[in-house]
């Protein structure tokens, strides 16, 4: 069992910027497939970056510039930075996790990751 516990979101205006993190039970450097999601009430949960256990990493076209994923392996971390915000990205942020391989067109997809976080907060005004 893994535990994820978000952290760093808030409220900013368009154009600033946040770094959310993502504190886990499990060794980040275990072979993990590690993702931050995003999703707005009504909507569904989007993919936003993923990471893996060799540092590959993949963004969605939407963030691509400016997010940046990455992990802190001696402290179990997971972060998002995330610059140049917009009011589109105003969402719940959600990390999650999996131990098995998941395949390049499932990394965005919320069901192919066992373990979640329960959401940070980020609003962005305009």
């Known amino acids: 069992q893994v535990q994820l516990v978000e952290s760093g979101g808030g409220s900013v205006q368009g154009g600033g910027s946040l770094r959310l993190s993502c504190a886990a039970s499990?060794?980040?450097?275990?072979?993990?497939?590690w993702a931050w999601f995003r999703q707005v009430p009504g909507e569904e949960r989007e993919g936003v970056a993923n990471i893996n256990a060799d540092g590959s990493t993949r963004y969605a076209d939407s963030v691509e510039g400016r997010f940046t994923i990455s992990r802190d392996n001696a402290k179990s971390t997971l972060y998002l930075e995330m610059n140049d915000l917009k009011p589109e990205d105003t969402a719940m942020y959600y990390c999650?996790?999996?131990?098995?391989?998941?395949?390049?067109?499932?990394?965005?997809?919320?069901?192919?990751?066992?373990?979640w976080g329960q959401g940070t907060q980020v609003t962005v005004s305009s």
């Open positions: 999650a996790a999996d131990p098995n391989f998941i395949t390049w067109t499932r990394r965005f997809v919320p069901i192919a990751y066992r373990y």
């Open positions: 499990a060794d980040t450097r275990t072979p993990y497939y």
